[in-house]
């Protein structure tokens, strides 16, 4: 049974660079076709997503954030890391990684996710 | 940057009842590659349907998807009480450049 589970800070302040770690169990992220991506989801509102990065290190990101993420894997440790720089108040989410299989990009599973606040 | 424009923002039903929501995108989908998610307070949401129509591993029967182009459809055949969420769909026909509905609450009249 593939899980993900996400950890990083719960309170960031504006300007500061956010990094998330997603840790997976049950699989190696080094098997073919293992993808993970992170989500996010501001209080109340919509989905949106972020990044991928694929068991061969192929990477993809949304557009409107690409200037501001960075994405990367360490398969000895089953982690997938992401780095989010300059943040505003805005980017307040809870913020979810998810497995995507090659080719697809229907999520299953999520982690818990992990609730970030950018606040002074 | 395909919209998904998800209908009604709100569906107050009750348990037994049947369930239809509409997610409307502003382009067509390609190869119908739109899924649904359930989500319920303080979770993580949960893969209901991909491709339109394929329920997920474990998702039961009475959840079915329908739909092409750019009008899709989740129903819940008779709704039970653990099915009262917020459901969200999303397209990946145009990936990377995937995006979310706003969603709809499903709510006990």
């Known amino acids: 049974q593939v899980t993900l589970r996400e950890s990083g800070p719960a309170l960031v302040k504006p300007t500061q660079t956010l990094t998330l770690t997603c840790t997976v169990s049950?699989?190696?992220?080094?098997?073919?076709?293992?993808?993970v991506s992170w989500l996010r989801q501001p209080p109340g509102k919509a989905l949106e997503w972020l990044a991928r990065?694929?068991?061969?290190?192929?990477?993809y990101y949304n557009t409107s954030l690409k200037t501001r993420l960075t994405i990367s894997k360490d398969t000895s440790k089953n982690q997938v890391v992401l780095t989010m720089t300059n943040l505003d108040p805005m980017d307040t989410a809870t913020y979810y990684c998810?497995?995507?299989?090659?080719?697809?990009?229907?999520?299953?599973?999520w982690g818990q996710g992990t609730l970030v606040t950018v606040s002074s | 940057e395909i919209v998904l424009t998800q209908s009604p923002g709100t569906l107050s039903l009750s348990p037994g009842e049947r369930a239809t929501l509409s997610c409307r995108a502003s382009q067509s989908v390609s190869s119908s590659y739109l899924a649904w998610y359930q989500q319920k307070p303080g979770q993580a949401p949960r893969l209901l349907i991909y491709?339109?129509?394929s329920r997920a591993t474990g998702i039961p029967d009475r959840f079915s998807g329908s739909g092409s182009g750019t009008d899709f459809t989740l129903t819940i055949s008779r709704l039970e009480p653990e099915d009262f969420a917020v459901y969200y769909c999303?397209?990946?026909?145009?990936?990377?450049?995937?995006?979310f509905g706003q969603g709809t609450r499903l709510e006990i009249k």
């Open positions: 491709g339109a129509s």
């Open positions: 998810a497995r995507a299989a090659a080719r697809q990009w229907w999520f299953d599973p």
């Open positions: 990065i694929d068991w061969d290190d192929e990477k």
């Open positions: 999303q397209q990946y026909g145009s990936s990377p450049a995937i995006s």
């Open positions: 049950g699989v190696s992220l080094g098997t073919s076709a293992m993808c």
